[in-house]
């Protein structure tokens, strides 16, 4: 992936020498952060107790907004460094992060709107947001109350480490993967698609019924990561031999059937949050190809 040349984003916020664990670091390596490691025992935690994962992880992300429902919050976030840090990982997200900036711009604008870029905000170990604490175990995440991304870049050592297929710079494109697919999130937000699924959420008859209306906001969100790399890739040509082979490779390590195999040894479908792994590749395959929003209709889908 070459991204030296994307314009480099100020709404980049650099709290990692706030919390636990501080300071920068290179790509892949991190200081700080409990990991995927956690967010399996925690998941294993919740589906013995009956209880959702996220709740317990502290990301049930998007669709209550974040933290546990009921408890949502709207403290600000505590004091950060803003515009893009110096080191090469705080480099290397600033980039991602101003290049989702200008494709989104350029799409919303064809369709008559604005769009308002979130903020990222980049932490070691913990932090706080408008959803409640932040933590490293709970992996990257949307905040639709502050309208912020809040990253660890630990996250990126247990791409590489735990989730296979790629190494160093091999493994950037799959980070970025990660990057867009939480910016599309704030797209779905600004589309009203996160109030109107979370309305749905709250008029279904049970827990099943509700993680099938995540599981097809989080396809969307691959879907919209999907339609960024293909729009950034026709505008810069940034991508190398096996980028796209990496991405879905990390798509596919974090589909909910691959993690339930690993963490309880069976699959329970209704349990689903995000997709599996064929549906989160799936999704991004198709923003990929056909490059725009409408394509990316998961609500109206009959297959995933």
Known sequence: MRWEDFRRSDNVEDARD??????GFGLPMGQGGLGIG?????????????IDPRILIGGAEVIT????????????????????????????VAAVVGNTE???????RENGQNYRAPKLRM???????????????????????????????????????RFGGCSGKACEFAYSYVIAHEIGHHVQNLLGVLPRAQQMQQQVGS???????????????????????SRSERRK??????????????????????????TQGTVVPDSFTHGSSVQRQ???????????????????????
């Open 18 to 23: 706030s919390g636990p664990g501080g300071g």
């Open 65 to 92: 907004g974040g933290g546990v429902p009921g408890m949502e919050q709207r403290e600000a976030p505590a004091p950060a460094r803003t515009g893009a840090p110096s080191d090469r990982t705080g480099q290397f």
């Open 102 to 108: 200008d494709v989104w711009v350029q799409v919303f």
């Open 38 to 50: 956690t967010i399996i025992i925690l998941g294993l935690i919740g589906w013995a107790l009956g």
């Open 207 to 229: 827990r099943a019924e509700a993680n099938r209306i995540q599981v097809r906001v989080e396809l969307q969100a691959d879907c919209f990561a999907g339609v960024w790399a």
């Open 237 to 262: 040509s940034f991508l190398d031999p096996g980028d796209i082979e990496a991405a879905m490779q990390t798509a596919s390590a974090i589909g909910d059937d691959r993690l339930q195999r690993q």
């Open 123 to 161: 932490f070691a170990g913990a932090t706080r947001s408008a959803c409640g604490a932040a933590h490293s175990a709970m992996g990257p995440f949307y905040c639709p109350l502050d309208q912020r991304v809040y990253l660890d870049t630990s996250f990126f050592r247990d791409i590489e480490r």
């Open 282 to 304: 799936r999704w991004f395959s198709i923003g990929f190809k056909e490059g725009k929003v409408s394509a990316c209709n998961t609500f109206a889908a009959t297959n995933l």
